[in-house]
């Protein structure tokens, strides 16, 4: 690779890493030793797991395989691997101390910070385009999401300090309540972006039947009507697991919703406010979308639908990196980075519609998707199989898009993302869909 471009991926790559570690060390410092060290919900790792975890990936990506080094504290290796301990489990192992883990992490970095300066780009697949230290960023940036909503959880006064609201948007009562999206095939997935994710890849064609989508993310001013007419009282809404789930926890509303003196309140970050009506409806398990969907008359999107909503172009036939174009999201696209600690009102964010007008694909609330999390044809895991391989299945249902809680570095048109569909402690919100009749298609 010509060396001025080999210096301009060295120097992405570095932002990359220092905007991770800026966001980390805000999540891990607004609070007192005790909650680092506390499991605020058995679904989450103590925040002090979280630390040393992100150091010790990042110690052996890029300080063991790319640079060779031995290993730093081979005794911690089983301790921070996600596959030896569940989450419930973790606050019983022998843990790094907050002091211990910050400066494990630390020096982790300094020695990274050594092989990026030198570090060939070029020459390996793991250091094709700087691949491993884009993987790394984005690692950190998933885990820094996590911490995000192990804060959520966490009882007591705030501890974030509170960001500015996002903007709201001027014309959304404006907005037609759907899209069509013509049928035809479009490209889905993507060979060309270097820091895409082995699930992500390779590009491949993707025939789509003509289907109408909503212009915005369902609200909690429509989610309230759902709730109001009963929704979560009438089975036949329901997927039976998921009816079967609603009826086991007590389900009536969204998770941190509470109800008091007739009026719906909700939990964000330690302080409780009544429900917005205009902001995307968050904190939805894939079963509550889907019942939503087809109370409303309508189901949810596959993800193929969701890619080719947000990725195609019908002028030119092709498929972009952002609904909005190829360029990277600036704070006039899109909700991401940890910017603003909500989703921005439904409709905001005109500059980052699609092509064909179909808003809030990236960032605010991440969108559950009809399809299970599968591998693509050609699929090969790379650099681990850990990463997506062994969640391949029906088990897994795919969310797209992204979340307010998100970093641009692991976000873009086929960024993939998924979970139980019985989870909602995770930034996760959604928008329905319909077939077009043949006519419209
Ligand atoms: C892609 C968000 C499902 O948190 O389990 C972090 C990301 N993988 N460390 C997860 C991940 C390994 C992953 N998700
Ligand atoms: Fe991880």
């Not at 996590?146 to 959304?172: C, E, N, S, V």
């Not at 980052?352 to 299970?372: F, H, K, P």
Request: proline content about 10%; glycine content about 8%.
């Amino acid at each position: 690779a010509p060396a001025t471009d080999t210096e301009a991926l060295r120097q992405r790559a570095l932002a990359a890493l220092l905007t991770a570690r800026d966001r980390t060390r805000a999540l891990t410092t607004c609070v007192e030793d005790h909650d680092l060290t506390a499991q605020h919900s058995p679904l989450m790792s103590p925040l002090v797991w979280d630390l040393a975890h992100i150091g010790n990936q990042e110690e052996q990506w890029l300080l063991r395989a790319v640079a060779g080094r031995e290993a730093m504290r081979p005794d911690i290796d089983p301790i921070y691997d996600a596959f030896e301990h569940s989450r419930a489990e973790r606050p019983s192992l022998p843990l790094l101390s907050s002091t211990e883990a910050h400066s494990y992490a630390a020096e982790v970095r300094g020695r990274v910070l050594d092989v990026l300066e030198r570090a060939p780009l070029h020459g390996s697949p793991l250091t094709d385009a700087g691949f491993a230290f884009g993987m790394i960023a984005q690692h950190e940036q998933q885990h820094d999401e996590t911490m995000l909503i192990t804060h959520q959880l966490r009882r007591g006064p705030a501890a974030l300090t509170a960001a500015a609201p996002p903007p709201a948007p001027g014309d959304a009562a404006l907005l037609p309540g759907e899209v069509l999206v013509p049928g035809g095939p479009f490209t889905m997935g993507t060979s060309a972006e270097p820091w895409a994710l082995d699930n992500e890849r390779p590009a491949h064609a993707r025939d789509v039947p003509g289907f109408f989508i909503d212009t915005v993310p369902v609200s909690n001013g429509e989610y309230l009507n759902f709730i109001a007419d009963g929704g979560y009282t009438d089975p036949r809404w329901w997927a039976p697991e998921g009816w079967a789930n609603l009826r086991e926890h007590s389900l009536a509303a969204p998770q941190f919703w509470t109800r008091e003196g007739g009026q719906w309140l909700r939990r964000r970050f330690g302080v409780t406010e009544p429900v917005p009506p205009d902001e995307p409806v968050l904190h939805v398990n894939w079963y509550e979308a889907d019942a939503y969907a087809r109370w409303a008359g309508r189901r949810l999107p596959t993800e193929a639908e969701w890619e080719k909503a947000a990725r195609h172009d019908p002028a030119t036939g092709r498929s972009r990196r952002y609904p909005w174009g190829d360029t990277d999201p600036t704070p006039d696209h899109a909700n991401l980075g940890q910017r603003h600690l909500q989703p921005a009102p439904a409709g905001s964010y005109p500059a980052g519609a699609s092509a064909l007008g179909v808003r809030q694909l990236i960032g605010d609330v991440w969108e559950w998707t009809a399809s299970d999390f599968l591998p693509y044809p050609g699929f090969a895991a790379f650099p681990y199989r850990e990463y997506s391989e062994v969640f391949y299945g029906p088990g897994h249902k795919v969310l797209r898009g992204g979340s307010f809680a998100v970093d641009p570095v692991a976000c873009r048109g086929t960024f993939r993302n998924w979970d139980l569909p019985i989870r909602r402690q995770i930034f996760s919100g959604f928008r329905t869909a319909r077939d077009a009749s043949p006519e419209a298609a």
